[in-house]
């Protein structure tokens, strides 16, 4: 059934959950090879995530294809994947993507506060629920931007860790774009530590969570972040900026 405003963000019937399963497996094969001819994709850490009974993905975003990168870090099981509500409701593109994985992320304080609410229903059915706190993909980026704070309250309300994907690009053994250089870069995605809420969050009197220690929270994993792509002197080589919404679908 198509997604409409203001339905459940998940649809987790039997139907829809098998559906789901003959649409993802070969649709991310044929995607992840593309990937590896692309960016010679690989690897590291994924042992990390075993054993984690829940938790919250962050990873920086930098090209179209990262749905595709986070969905190998956990293969052969599947993660919820956030992105825009707008993307969700637009006719059949909506539908394939909830298909594989997609949960709409509505707007503002009160979409935040549905998606908190579909977190015990989500984790019934899987470990994990991916967002993006850039908030944007930019293209080949080296340098974080400033994360948004709502994944990481998510993770506070539900005291259970965030999990940081760093992708690293590399040049290649030649000068990027020269003659036998490469024109788009190499990528690794290395699974970090899980980051529990306990080392940041504070409450007030009332018992309700500081907001500013939310953001300290997310502050801290993007530094921890940062300093894995440094590093691993991840190249700014290819940089290209925010790459551009699509237009009427999540412009």
Known sequence: M???????????????????????????????????????????NTGK??????????SNHTTFLDPVMVSGAVFPRRTWQTLLEGTVVTPY??????????????????????????????F?????IHFYPEGECYLYNQKIY??????????????I??????????????????????????????VLDP????RFIRRNKTGAISMDSVREFARGVREIMQREIDARQGSSAFYRGRM???KGIND
């Open 2 to 44: 198509p997604y409409k405003r203001g339905r459940p963000l998940l649809d987790v019937s039997l139907p829809f959950r098998l559906a789901t399963a003959m649409v993802f497996y070969p649709v991310w094969i044929l995607a992840q090879t593309i990937n590896i001819l692309l960016y010679t994709t690989g690897y590291e």
């Open 49 to 58: 995530l075993k054993g984690i009974s829940r938790a919250i993905l962050v």
């Open 93 to 122: 593109l909506g539908t394939f993507v909830r298909l594989l994985g997609g949960m709409p992320l509505p707007p503002g304080k009160s979409g935040l506060d549905r998606v908190l609410a579909s977190a015990k229903t989500a």
């Open 124 to 128: 019934r059915h899987r470990r994990f």
């Open 146 to 159: 400033e994360f948004k704070p709502g994944a990481f309250y998510i993770a506070a309300e539900l005291d």
């Open 161 to 190: 860790p965030v999990i940081p994907l760093v992708t690293v690009f590399s040049e290649g053994a030649f000068k990027p774009f020269s003659f036998w250089g490469r024109s788009l870069p190499k990528e690794k995605m290395i």
């Open 195 to 198: 980051v529990y809420p306990s």
């Open 244 to 246: 551009e919404r699509l």
